[in-house]
């Protein structure tokens, strides 16, 4: 990204709610991630605790269906600040400036859309879990608190969103103006360059480090 002080207030303002929202995705990523590594752990115990101690984790079934959307809707909006997700870009990619800024602002604003629906209709099934005391068959844990995380998430996603139909729009007005807050279409090459690159980088982490170890005394 170019230097702050070439960027116009507005695109500086844009560039610090991004950097700070990008903050909290990637916490939320994280803690996903956490919760997928004792889905595993707690796998690997129901496992070994069946077969050789007869002993399986009580409710199994019922904490993996709790801490399922955990996982599944808690990386949501990290993931479309990445560009993450499917995206049919036969078309978009073969487009440029102006046009291709609008297709994105008119898709932008249909995913927004699109997701307050689902917000609002995940918040409806959560009032109905509340209210009739909803609970899993086998130990019989609430189920109100996973279903109350699938609107958070998508309050979540539809910031991210705001933000990109923010920085769509100013690049819309402007097509040379430094890109923020967007994902970015790559070509295979592209990738294909990125993916080689880091790999590179890392062969050159595990060069550097026996010689670091070499030259030191013992």
């Known amino acids: ?21 990008f903050k909290f995705e990637k916490f939320l990523n994280l803690t996903a991630a956490l919760v997928i590594l004792g889905v595993m752990l707690i796998g690997v115990f ?12 009580p409710g199994y079934v019922d904490v993996i269906e709790m ?4 996982f599944a809707f ?7 600040r990445l560009g993450g997700h499917v995206r049919m870009e036969i078309i ?37 879990a509340w209210h009739i005391g909803d609970s899993t068959i086998d130990i ?13 998430a998508f309050s979540f996603l539809v910031i991210r969103l705001a933000i990109q139909l923010f920085g ?15 994902p970015r279409i790559e070509s295979v090459d592209e990738q294909a360059q990125h993916e080689i ?6 062969e050159e982490e595990k060069v550097d480090l026996p010689r670091q170890d070499q030259g030191t005394p013992r």
């Open 92 to 128: 978009l990619g073969r487009l440029k400036g102006r046009v291709l800024y609008f297709l994105e602002v008119m898709g932008t604003a249909l995913a927004i859309g699109i997701v307050v629906v689902l917000l609002y209709f995940g918040y409806e099934h959560f009032l109905r």
């Open 140 to 152: 019989e844990i609430p189920i109100w608190p996973s279903k109350l995380l699938v609107p958070i």
């Open 168 to 182: 769509f729009v100013r690049l819309l007005l402007d097509p040379q103006a430094e890109p923020i807050g967007v």
């Open 197 to 202: 690159d880091a790999g590179l980088a890392g």
């Open 1 to 21: 990204m170019s230097g702050a002080s070439e960027l116009s207030p507005g695109a500086r303002m844009l560039a610090r709610i991004d950097e700070g929202f």
């Open 46 to 57: 129901q496992v070994v605790g069946r077969k050789l101690f007869n002993f399986p984790v």
């Open 74 to 80: 808690l990386s949501i909006s990290y993931t479309q």
């Open 67 to 70: 801490v399922m959307t955990i």
